[in-house]
């Protein structure tokens, strides 16, 4: 059975701090790390839209919108590892 994601993991694991973190932030950053590696290596996971669209949100006032949706359109990105429980992709 897979496991949910919350977007927290993946902004933990992927963003980059804008100050300097506390060692309990470290050890948080560290554990999403582990939990992304798992899952870039094959352990499935769900989520929900809204939460894709959390982590996209984040990116874009982080970044910019044309490097968020870039992050969506690679072939190493999180859309690969998310499946939306309940959802059909229709092309």
């Known amino acids: 059975m897979a496991r ?7 902004l933990h694991g992927y963003l980059k701090p804008r100050r300097e973190i506390t060692p309990l932030e470290e050890q948080t950053k560290k554990a999403a790390i582990q939990i992304l590696t798992r899952i870039e290596q ?7 839209a ?8 984040v990116v874009e006032s982080r970044l910019e919108l ?5 992050l969506m359109q690679k072939p190493s990105s999180l859309r690969e590892y ?3 429980n309940g959802c059909q992709r229709r092309v």
């Not at 094959?42 to 929900?48: A, F, H, K, N, Q």
């Open 66 to 70: 044309n490097r968020a949706l870039e």
């Open 50 to 57: 809204v939460h894709i669209s959390e982590v996209i949100n």
């Open 82 to 84: 998310f499946h939306l």
């Open 4 to 10: 949910f994601l919350d977007s927290t993991v993946f």
């Open 42 to 48: 094959g352990e499935e996971v769900i989520t929900s």
